[in-house]
């Protein structure tokens, strides 16, 4: 007779599991370490506009289509300050991966300036699977270098 062993979520063994969790972000991995292990509240999601982490630029996604799991999106993404003034001249770089699964993104997805003013086409993105994705743009620009984050459902 079989009998399937279960693990009890003690306390004890929650509290392990935790600090584990915490070793484990601040440790090599800045992936884990950066983006937020909690999934935020769907008001969260979306493309946007979105202010950066020090409230230099106000970003937003404009997708070409809807974005779907396992094909190339073209994303588009304007950049303005606080005043709504549209920035040029910055450097993008993009990253991003799913927090849950602790994996990046499949490809190396980079930003280059569009002809409209303060616009940035993102090329190469691809999202190998459905579900929670984080993406986050660097903006180095003339009022200095700001990161935005992006939470996506796929
Ligand atoms: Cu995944």
Known sequence: MHSIPRFSHSGRFRLGLLLGLVLLGTGACAH???????????????????????GL??????PAEALRARRLQKISVLVRDAAGQAISGATLSVDGGMPQHGHGLPTQPRAIPAS??????????????????????????????????????I
């Not at 935020?40 to 950066?52: T, Y």
């Not at 630029?57 to 404009?62: H, M, N, P, R």
């Not at 190469?124 to 270098?145: E, K, Q, S, Y």
């Open 57 to 62: 630029y106000t970003v937003a996604l404009e």
């Open 116 to 153: 409209a003013h303060g616009t940035y086409a993102i090329e190469g993105l691809r999202f190998n699977m459905g579900g929670w994705w984080v993406l986050a743009l660097t903006i180095d620009g003339p009022l200095g270098a700001d990161r935005v984050i992006f939470h996506l459902q």
């Open 32 to 54: 884990l370490a950066i983006w937020p292990g909690e999934k935020p509240p769907a008001s969260e999601f979306g493309f946007g506009p979105r202010v950066s982490e020090h």
